[in-house]
């Protein structure tokens, strides 16, 4: 009775994570990073501690790299204008269901308005 419990419990669990990884699609990355001119407020999104800087364009927002953040921190609730490098990733629901794509920007550029002297 034992072993029988086992085995269907054991079956069971297989047939269940079977189907959350068939189900499951990989996110996918722009083949590679185009230039593009951006102009729009610096804002940060989420709740700490994840917290993003973004550029938050007409039709779009841009999340800034971690690393390339100290840039832009001193225009938040501004509007900038930059040059940086775009790529994108194609999000994932864990059903399998696109969730969107996501905006990054690396390599900035500043063009407007001029870094604030100290």
């Keep these: 009775m034992k072993k029988t419990a086992a085995v269907l419990l054991l079956f069971i669990?297989?047939?269940t994570a079977g189907n959350i990884f068939a189900r499951g699609?990989?996110?996918k990355k722009s083949p590679k990073p185009q230039k593009v001119e951006i102009s729009g407020r610096v804002?940060?999104?989420?709740?700490?501690p994840m917290t993003s800087l973004v550029i938050s364009g007409e039709n779009r927002e841009w999340y800034i790299e971690p690393e390339e953040q100290e840039k832009l921190m001193e225009f938040q609730q501004q509007t900038v204008t930059?040059?940086?490098?775009?790529?994108?990733?194609?999000?994932?629901?864990?059903?399998?269901?696109?969730?969107?794509?996501?905006?990054?920007?690396?390599?900035?550029?500043?063009?407007?308005?001029?870094?604030?002297?100290q």
């Design 13 to 15: 669990l297989l047939c």
């Design 25 to 27: 699609k990989e996110e």
């Design 43 to 48: 804002r940060m999104v989420g709740n700490s």
């Design 82 to 117: 930059v040059r940086a490098d775009e790529y994108y990733y194609d999000r994932v629901f864990a059903n399998g269901a696109s969730a969107g794509r996501q905006y990054y920007i690396k390599n900035i550029v500043i063009i407007a308005p001029q870094i604030p002297r």
